[in-house]
């Protein structure tokens, strides 16, 4: 593990969707790894964060009211 695990990430081409709930304890790693990824790169236009606020990690995996499925819908379609 002596790699710099973003060090690279403002390279990436394809699109990336990145879905984080804003009460989990991870949080600052997502939204680390989203700054990064567009930071002075010109692969910024298939890039998205999507923060949900009051969510916590685990929330996102079964409570199918507040996983934003119409804006993860909405990105595949104009990505991919």
């Known amino acids: 593990m002596n790699t710099r695990l973003l060090y690279y990430s403002n ?3 394809n699109a990336v969707m990145i879905v984080h709930g804003d ?3 991870s949080y600052y790693f997502g939204k680390d790894a989203y700054e990064n990824m567009i930071k002075d ?3 910024t236009n298939n890039k998205e964060f999507l923060s949900i606020e009051g969510a916590s990690h685990c929330d996102l995996y079964d409570q199918k009211d507040i996983i934003p499925f119409d804006k993860i819908e909405e990105f595949i379609k104009k990505n991919i």
């Open 41 to 43: 790169s010109k692969y």
């Open 11 to 13: 390279e990436i081409r």
């Open 23 to 25: 009460k989990a304890h």
